[in-house]
């Protein structure tokens, strides 16, 4: 957990964060509740742009979640990270007994972009 309480982006250019979340197949819809709690409070942060939990579509034994959030900058995601609220939700997320997460979180950069014409 605690690679998830930190972000060290350094920079002013937007960035988009991409993390997966494991989870055993049946605490799929539990850890899709408990995850809101963490998502409300860092969609008030200054920077924040939007953010998606997305779930696959076949089942599986483990669920495996990719959480896509857009920030203005990095420096702004750097900030929001150490928002007290948001350090004690995550908290309460990792340490929840009736989930068993495993995580791994990750900063990016867009360097090539298509859109429709």
Do not use: C
């Amino acid at each position: 957990m605690t690679d998830s309480l930190k972000s060290k982006t350094h920079t002013s250019d937007p960035v988009v964060l991409i993390k997966t979340y494991t989870v055993p197949a049946e605490e799929a819809d539990y850890f899709t509740e408990a995850y809101q709690e963490n998502a409300r409070i860092m969609s008030t942060q200054p920077g924040f742009i939007r953010s998606r939990l997305h779930r696959p579509l076949a089942d599986a034994p483990e669920t495996r979640f990719v959480h896509i959030a857009e920030w203005s900058s990095g420096t702004a995601l750097d900030e929001a990270t150490g928002n007290p609220d948001w350090h004690a939700a995550l908290k309460r997320l990792f340490e929840d007994p009736a989930l068993h997460i495993t995580s791994e979180p990750a900063s990016y950069r867009v360097v090539v972009e298509f859109r429709s014409s």
